[in-house]
């Protein structure tokens, strides 16, 4: 997952979107997603006034990070906790390896993280012989499947239940044909052997007080608190977009990722960490780390243009929205952030050659931006990169003459006039003998699943003019 | 090395960067009527599928208690934290609920009785045992959030595994605790000067929807949440 | 009043009835239309795609070609949308900055222009049938119109508006989307043809041709018994034989 072929994101995408199990899959869950953010956002009062003070807090901490990130790390370290400074996944991974190694930890009990999954943490922890368990049940079947997850809130959002009951019986004996109970009671059953045992939690971050030094995690399972709360260290990764200026900040911000992710109020868990087990505490890790990571982050944030792709929350709200990402999910994205936000951020973060044809593969139809609840306005985003990529990427050459050819025609209606005649009659060529579509690419990809349209034999233009001649005072 | 090279990089890439103001956040202004918030959060909490019973005065939420034990298994075993209402009420539950057993769960390393010579993480670890093997937790909340039917839970002094562990929680509660807004909550944790660990925010049980967005409560955590919403006496 | 019409490029080739219909919707409502026979295109496949410079040189000589005062009305939700929203983005630093922006101000999109503009929801029209109407997606979410054309549809004497599943959804189309994204375009088509076949409509409406030719294309390919019209056939009277 740290170098994913994201460059054969077309031959992925184009078989994904011939799959139709799949797209039953995701409309499952993706519509049920949408209905209800909808039905919770239309029950909160002052839903829109409160997006903007939410996209305003953001807006705040991005513009500030420079103080905010030292001011955590200074409350962070007061209360006991350990700061750690990633430049880019490697970095990241041998800290926390690091932190195992020394303290002997053979196993380590992850809450869901998708930083632990760009830096493909569990791979790095495999190669020193460290067994990482997932232990959220999306990222549990996913683990066990041996897939990465498909989507940021849902990981296995493209298994049925059949197949997580196929995967169950087959890799924990699991009776066959179970129901969602049975193999959520399963995973718990495993996974509390796990959390008893485990040397070390990984959990992610998913907002961060500069005042206070609290880390929040927001989970529904319960399986965040016991890998933050049961093994002797807690190992939290962040990246450094999720600090925020004040407590108070924390309010808007969990009234609307719960509320965007699931359609929930709120998540069943909220946990704000602010350090090890104090001495008159019961439980609790001796040791909390803080790893906070850049790994591309940092050229977002050089970019006044595509900054605003960091105040993103990660509630997936605009995957389920995305008519894209609904027809193809989330592995065809090859990258551990799919759908429309992670169109925009990978190609920052991966260097846009590789990811050349993520910022294309959008209709533009701007569900994403309507929902996401800090107001990212990523069709312009997605607008941008496609325009820095038309200006450096070579391949896009062909497609630029194009463009320059239309341009030259557009400019002047005689040039208009016959270069859309050409295109007439092209088309009533194909009409007739539709082979002949296989010469011009465009038409080819038309035709493929739809009739094509069919030119008028008198443009408008010209009706317009044979009008003009008939009634010349006009209407 | 890489503390540095991240933060001159954040520096650098911010150097044109005008900070916004940051948003004046809505307060709630005066607090609403108990009784008002009383039933904004049975509501709220009820729809999360946290069962709410609101007593008044300590016999009726002991009794409250003492039928959640009899409902949960024939010998519960019970624990609870050492907070004085927690403590009360598990007390006399388990005392009115034939079988059922009691484990407070104080600070293992400072209980009376331990040799000082034992090795501090077995002690922690036995007691993570009991709790992990029992049928009910119980607990008190420092705020009830009503607008989201939210428990705020604390950890100086006490364990967080008796809200995690069992497969019932049970939170009893004072509605002096009630306030309007995870806003509100928050602030009143600043200005106690509250310096513990963690803080847990919990609105319902332990749920997934991960196997094809169906509902299931209980994953990791609770099963079942109950909170005793203790009214004092009418006059 | 007089109106100017912006036909767009893809109804001139694609859809003259539709630049017809428009006309004669406005002229029955007693005003006058203007159609500068300059026009061609307005940038919007360049922009789309990622040359905004190129979008730019067409867009500057669409403000030219549309200098005069009238308002302009165009049936289509994206090529109002590239007018109103990206034009003076577009032109900001040129000499055509101010004149783009007060384009932008007297830009309207047909049934934006009837409802808002104009004040009328019944345009006195008639056609007897059951149709379906979807959302073009830059009409709906970048000019924020959900009810105008609704509103008028619900006024057409005789005529049974059905609401699909999910109506706001897109069709697919994407400008070059469709053909650098075939399969994935068909795919979005595929599940929004299912929509519109299910309602039992014979006809599905909206208000923009590249949506049109999309949902025409799928409906013929899955031999589905659905016409496909923009709203200004559905809303203009007959033409005079």
């Given amino acids: 997952m740290a170098a994913p072929a994201a460059d054969d994101f077309r031959a992925r995408a184009a078989a994904a979107a011939g799959d139709a199990a799949l797209h039953r899959k995701l409309d499952v869950a993706s519509l049920r997603f949408l209905d209800e953010r909808a039905q919770v956002f239309a029950a909160l009062p002052d839903a829109e006034a409160r997006r903007d003070r939410a996209r305003a807090v953001k807006a705040h901490a991005i513009a500030s990070l420079a103080t905010l990130l030292p001011q955590l790390e200074q409350r962070f370290t007061a209360n006991g906790g350990v700061v750690h400074w990633a430049r880019d996944a490697a970095e990241a991974c041998a800290i926390v390896l690091d932190i195992a190694t020394r303290a002997g930890v053979r196993l380590v009990v992850k809450g869901k993280s998708m930083v632990s999954e760009e830096i493909a943490l569990n791979a790095a922890l495999a190669a020193a012989d460290i067994e990482a368990v997932e232990t959220d049940l999306g990222e549990y079947i996913v683990q066990l499947a041996g897939e990465p997850p498909s989507h940021i809130i849902t990981p296995a959002i493209h298994l049925s239940q059949d197949d997580v009951a196929d995967l169950f019986a087959r890799r924990l004996g699991e009776p066959r044909h179970a129901t969602a109970e049975a193999l959520t009671a399963a995973a718990r059953r495993v996974l509390r052997t796990k959390f008893r045992a485990a040397g070390m939690g990984v959990t992610g971050v998913n907002f961060a007080s500069a005042e206070s030094g609290a880390l929040v995690v927001v989970e529904n399972e319960g399986n965040g608190r016991m890998a933050l709360t049961l093994p002797r260290i807690h190992v939290a990764l962040m990246g450094i977009e999720k600090v925020v200026a004040r407590d108070e900040d924390l309010a808007p911000m969990l009234e609307l990722l719960p509320r965007s992710a699931t359609g929930q109020s709120l998540t069943s868990y909220v946990s704000l960490v602010t350090g090890p087990r104090r001495p008159d505490e019961m439980d609790g890790p001796d040791e909390v780390h803080l790893v906070v990571l850049d790994n591309g982050r940092t050229r977002l944030l050089a970019d006044p243009i595509m900054r605003e792709a960091l105040y993103c929350l990660r509630c997936g709200a605009c995957l389920n929205a995305c008519p894209v990402y609904r027809r193809i999910g989330g592995h065809a994205y090859g990258y551990a952030y799919s759908g429309p936000i992670g169109a925009v951020i990978a190609p920052a973060l991966l260097g846009v050659e590789r990811v050349a044809d993520l910022p294309y593969a959008s209709t533009l139809c701007g569900a994403c931006r309507d929902v996401c609840p800090v107001r990212i306005d990523i069709p312009h985003l997605l607008l941008e990169w496609r325009a820095r990529i038309a200006a450096a990427v070579p391949r896009s050459w062909g497609e630029r003459l194009l463009v320059r050819a239309w341009r030259t025609i557009a400019a002047s209606p005689p040039l208009y006039h016959v270069a859309t005649g050409a295109m007439r009659a092209a088309f009533a060529v194909v009409a007739h003998v539709p082979a002949l579509a296989a010469l011009l690419p465009p038409l080819a990809a038309w035709r493929r699943g739809r009739e094509l349209p069919t030119f008028a034999t008198r443009p408008f233009h010209r009706r317009w003019r044979e009008r003009r001649v008939a009634s010349p005072d006009g209407a | ?235 | 009043m007089d109106v100017q019409l912006l036909v767009t490029c893809l109804a001139d080739q694609l859809a003259p009835e539709v630049g017809e219909a428009t006309v004669r919707l406005l002229e029955g409502l007693g005003h006058r239309v203007r159609f500068p026979e300059a026009q061609t295109c307005c940038g919007q496949p360049a922009f789309n795609d990622g040359f905004p410079d190129d979008a730019a040189v067409l867009a500057a000589r669409t403000v030219d070609v549309f200098a005069a005062a009238d308002p302009v009305v165009v049936p289509s939700g994206s090529c109002a949308t590239m007018v109103r929203h990206f034009y003076p983005g577009l032109l900001a630093r040129t000499p055509h900055a101010e004149a783009a922006r007060a384009l932008a101000a007297r830009t309207f999109e047909l049934s934006e222009f009837v409802v808002r503009v104009l004040g009328r929801t019944d345009v006195g029209a008639r056609f007897s049938g059951r149709v379906t109407y979807h959302d073009s997606c830059h009409l709906l979410r970048e000019l924020g119109i959900r009810d105008e054309p609704r509103r008028l549809l619900a006024a057409v004497a005789a005529l049974e508006l059905v609401e699909m599943g999910y109506a706001e959804h897109c069709c697919g189309f994407g400008g070059a989307f469709a053909v650098k994204f075939p399969e994935v375009s068909v795919a979005i088509l595929d599940a929004k043809v299912a929509r519109i076949v299910a309602t039992g409509a014979e006809a599905v409406v909206a208000n923009d041709t590249g949506c049109l030719i999309q949902l025409a294309g799928g409906l013929r390919r899955h031999g589905a018994a659905v016409r496909t019209l923009h709203l200004a056939q559905v809303l203009a009277p007959a033409p005079d034989v």
Avoid: N, Q
């Avoid at chain 2, 959060?41 to 999360?48: L, M, P, S």
């Avoid at chain 2, 007593?55 to 010998?75: C, P």
């Fill in chain 2, 1 to 235: 090395m890489a503390r540095k090279t991240v933060l001159d990089a954040v520096r650098d890439a911010l150097a044109d960067a005008v900070v916004p103001p940051l948003p004046r956040l809505a307060r709630a202004s005066a607090a609403p009527d108990r009784h008002v918030l009383a039933a904004r959060f049975a509501r709220e909490a009820g729809t999360v599928g946290t069962i709410v019973h609101e007593v008044e005065g300590l016999g009726a939420a002991i009794s409250a208690v003492a039928a959640v034990l009899a409902a949960t298994a024939t010998s519960p075993r019970v624990v609870a934290w050492p907070t004085p209402l927690a403590r009360t009420v598990a007390t006399a539950a388990v005392a009115a609920t034939p079988g059922a057993s009691l484990h407070i769960v104080d600070d293992a390393a400072t209980a009376p009785g331990r040799d000082p010579a034992d090795d501090l993480a077995a002690v922690r670890a036995a007691t993570t045992d009991v709790i992990a093997a029992a049928d009910v937790g119980i607990t008190e909340a420092e705020y009830l959030v009503a607008d989201s039917g939210t428990l705020v839970l604390r950890a100086a002094g006490r364990a967080r595994g008796v809200s995690l562990l069992p497969p019932v929680h049970v939170a009893v509660v004072a509605c002096d605790r009630l306030v309007a807004d995870l806003g509100a909550a928050l602030a009143h944790l600043r200005a106690t000067g509250a310096r513990d660990s963690c803080i847990t925010l919990v609105t319902g049980p332990s749920r997934t929807a991960d196997i094809e967005k169906k509902l299931v409560v209980g994953v990791h955590g609770p099963c079942t949440l109950h909170v005793v919403l203790l009214a004092p006496p009418e006059a």
